[in-house]
T-cell receptor
C-alpha cells in the first residue's frame, strides 16, 4: 500500500539554523503531497501541498519540491524561529474506493531554542 | 479554530458508552474521524464522502459513526477500552478534486479511559 517515510523523529535546532526534514513516499500513480504542522493541543493544519513533479510548495518560509524521480518531498527552511517548534507531518493523498485518504508519515518533532 | 467544533474537549471514562460530536461550518461535503495516539500520527477511522461511509476495517466494531447531515458528525463508542485512550480529531474537506483534497481539523477530543 501507499506509505510515507520521515527519517527524523526529532530535530533540535537553535534560532536562525537551517532546517531540513526528509520525506520519501511510496505510491502508485501521482499522489498529492502535503506538509502539515501540529502545535500542542491542536489538530494538524496544512502548511502547503504540491501535486505535480517539480512543483514547489511554500508557506511561512517553509518550502518543499515534489520530486517524482527520487520520490521525495523534503521540507526546508533557511532560518528557523522558536515559534516553529511543533510536530511536522509529511502526508500523501491516496485514492481509495473513489475517495481520497490522507496517509501521514510518523512525524518529526522540531524543537527550536533561543 | 471555530470552523470545526468538537465536543467535549476532554473525556474521562470507565467502561461506558459515550458519543463525540463534531460540526463543521465550512460547507464541506466530506467529513472524517481520525484517532491520534500519543506520539503517533493521526490515523483515519471513518470517512463520509457525500454521505457514503468508508471505514478503516481495523477499527473495532464498538466505534460507530453517524452523519445526521452534511455538517454534523458523531462517533458513538460502546464499552470503551483502555486502548481507546487517544485524541479523536474530526476533519472536513471539499471533495471537488480527489487529488487536491485539503483537510481542516478540529481541536480534538482527548479521551482518557480508566
Amino acid at each position: 500500500g501507499d506509505s510515507v517515510t520521515q527519517t527524523e523523529g526529532q530535530v533540535a535546532l537553535s534560532e536562525e539554523d537551517f532546517l531540513t526534514i526528509h520525506c520519501n513516499y511510496s505510491a502508485s500513480g501521482y499522489p498529492t503531497l502535503f506538509w502539515y504542522v501540529q502545535y500542542p493541543g491542536e489538530g494538524p493544519q496544512l502548511l502547503f501541498r504540491a501535486s505535480r513533479d517539480k512543483e514547489k510548495g511554500s508557506s511561512r518560509g517553509f518550502e518543499a519540491t515534489y520530486d517524482k524521480g527520487t520520490t521525495s518531498f523534503h521540507l526546508r527552511k533557511a532560518s528557523v524561529q522558536e515559534s516553529d517548534s511543533a510536530v511536522y507531518y509529511c502526508a500523501l493523498s491516496s485514492n481509495q474506493g473513489g475517495s481520497a485518504k490522507l496517509i501521514f508519515g510518523e512525524g518529526t518533532k522540531l524543537t527550536v531554542s533561543s | 479554530n471555530t470552523k470545526i467544533t468538537q465536543s467535549p474537549r476532554y473525556l474521562i471514562l470507565g467502561r461506558a458508552n459515550k458519543s463525540l460530536e463534531c460540526e463543521q461550518h465550512l460547507g464541506h461535503n466530506a467529513m472524517y474521524w481520525y484517532k491520534q495516539s500519543a506520539e503517533k500520527p493521526p490515523e483515519l477511522m471513518f470517512l463520509y464522502n457525500l454521505k457514503q461511509l468508508i471505514r478503516n476495517e481495523t477499527v473495532p466494531s464498538r466505534f460507530i459513526p453517524e452523519c445526521p447531515d452534511s455538517s454534523k458528525l458523531l462517533l458513538h463508542i460502546s464499552a470503551v477500552d483502555p486502548e481507546d485512550s487517544a485524541v479523536y480529531f474530526c476533519a472536513s474537506s471539499q471533495c471537488d478534486s480527489i487529488s487536491n483534497e485539503r483537510l481542516f481539523f478540529g481541536h480534538g477530543t482527548k479521551l482518557s479511559v480508566l
